[in-house]
């Protein structure tokens, strides 16, 4: 009986061993199913913040507008002034999340700057990435450009109400940023939330390398992003300015160093052509909301230069100054890349003709018929004391009068009838003057009624007697006739014009 009674002692001690490791790793499983689902319901409850915002800063004509609505997908921008707001949607589409980056449009004019405070201010500074454009199509104006720009965004931080722990916080993190940089192309897909947190959190601080030479000089613990704009334009400096590709190296090269400096990004885009666009809109997603991106950098094309945030080194930069042998590196910007003469700026564009508008068109005209008929004054023949053209009696001339020309030939045309009897007078003259032999007393009258008493006539019609004052007759006559011709002729001239 005690033997038995052992036996059954120990089977139900085994049971109870059994039973206990089952349900012990039974609870394991669980917990570690509780782990993974409380882990993944961790994830997919983080929603994307609501409080990013985008400060824009350049020049006016640097692309600023055209820029952010390409980045919003609006095919039409509307440009406006001073401060102007926006907003580009952002979606997460592992998450199925999405939310609005507030976008901030700062006018170029330097005195629209004390605007800034309404885009960054104490409140979002540590949520705003900030985006410096420059256009291509002025690459001498770079220099000038960004030094301003970075300087007012200095001392409009300085003029923040911020603590010097926050201040400080912030350049850590820019540099931490810097620090942590890494190739991609690794092998989990980009897009999960385990590759998102695996990126984040696989190197610890101690493991960081110290900043490259140059870099993070000027910190000013926001994200900045340098945007070269219209990269479309290099066509047109080559053939009208006569740039070479060393001098789209040393632009490079100079702008470069300068991201350097201030911890910035790089980016070549066009939207004529639609250079690295989509490209920026994810690495500012990425910057902001920490959403993937996979695309290393980008040297090769001269109009579609990529350089992330920590990739950049003067080692790499150096590479550059291999094609660059007519220009030295050191040499200063603005003496390599100078500004063309004015001329060679003027568009090739047509001129715009503006029309005017009509009532001033046609009283301008009157002004002008007015101003020719008081130059043109009265005819001499009007002048005339009693005489002249429209009925009034001529004068009658002695044959001494002076200022007579030469007898000449009447063109026919000039002898008709015309007001006042003239043609009438000129056609008498003229038959005196050419008779012709063998007409009946000078065309129709009575025998001798055209040949004056005591003259004969000859058979060429000329009088055989010429006396010196028949002569003298004749002259006068001559003269009296070439008068009315003249007269007649200003008098049709003077009607055409008036007509």
């Not at 006016?60 to 055209?66: C, D, E, H, P, S």
């Not at 980045?71 to 999405?98: F, N, T």
């Not at 350097?260 to 066009?270: E, H, K, N, W």
């Not at 009575?446 to 040949?451: L, R």
């Amino acid at each position: 009986m005690a033997l038995e009674s052992g036996t059954q002692t120990g089977s139900n001690a085994l049971t109870s061993s059994f039973t206990t490791k089952k349900k012990d790793a039974a609870a394991e499983k669980e917990n570690l199913w509780s782990a993974i689902l409380n882990e993944v319901q961790t994830q997919g409850s983080t929603k994307l913040p609501a409080n990013k915002s985008v400060l824009v800063l350049g020049d006016n004509a640097t692309g600023k507008t055209t820029l952010i609505a390409k980045l919003q997908g609006v095919e039409d921008p509307k440009k406006g002034s001073g401060l102007e707001y926006a907003y580009i949607d952002v979606k997460d589409e592992y998450r199925d999340d999405m939310t609005r980056l507030g976008v901030w449009v700062l006018d170029g004019d330097p005195g629209h700057t004390n605007l800034l405070h309404f885009a960054l201010n104490e409140t979002n500074y540590a949520h705003t990435l900030v985006i410096l454009t420059v256009s291509m199509t002025q690459p001498w104006g770079w220099l000038e450009q960004l030094n301003h720009w970075i300087k007012v965004l200095g001392q409009h931080i300085e003029s923040l109400p911020l603590e010097a722990k926050d201040k400080e916080m912030a350049r850590q993190r820019l540099a931490t940023t810097w620090q942590s940089y890494c190739e991609v192309g690794d092998d989990l897909d980009p897009g999960s939330p385990v590759k998102r947190t695996m990126r984040n959190n696989s190197i610890d601080e101690d493991d960081l390398l110290p900043l490259t030479e140059d870099a993070l000089i000027t910190n000013l613990g926001l994200d900045i992003v340098v945007v070269v704009t219209k990269t479309d334009y290099m066509t047109t400096l080559e053939k009208e300015y006569e740039y070479r590709d060393e001098h789209f190296d040393f632009i490079q090269q100079w702008i470069r160093s300068f991201c350097l400096r201030t911890g910035a990004s790089l980016f070549y885009t066009s939207v004529k052509e639609d250079k690295n666009c989509d490209l920026l809109y994810k690495y500012l997603t990425h910057r902001i909301y920490g959403l993937p991106f996979r695309t290393p950098a980008l040297v090769v094309e001269k109009d579609a230069v990529l350089i992330p945030a920590g990739w950049d080194s003067l080692k790499k930069i150096s590479i550059l100054y291999e094609n660059m042998h007519g220009i030295k590196a050191e040499s200063p910007y603005s003496d390599v890349i100078k500004a063309p003469p004015t001329r060679k700026a003027v568009s090739n564009r047509e001129v715009e003709v503006q029309t005017e508008d009509e009532q001033t068109f046609l009283a301008r005209q009157q002004e002008i018929l007015k101003q020719a008929g008081q130059d043109r004054g009265e005819s001499p023949l009007r002048s005339q004391g009693g005489g002249g053209v429209g009925g009034n009696k001529s004068v009658p001339r002695t044959p001494g009068s002076t200022g007579q020309s030469s007898p000449k030939k009447i063109d026919p045309k000039l002898t008709p009838a015309t007001p006042g009897g003239e043609g009438v007078l000129a056609n008498f003259f003229n038959s005196l003057l050419h008779k012709k032999s063998g007409s009946p007393g000078g065309g129709g009258g009575p025998p001798g009624a055209g040949t004056p008493t005591g003259t004969t006539r000859t058979s060429n019609g000329t009088d055989s007697l010429m006396t010196p004052e028949k002569l003298a007759v004749r002259s006068d006559a001559a003269a009296e006739l070439d008068r009315l011709s003249r007269s007649v002729k200003k008098e049709i001239d003077l009607s055409q014009s008036e007509c």
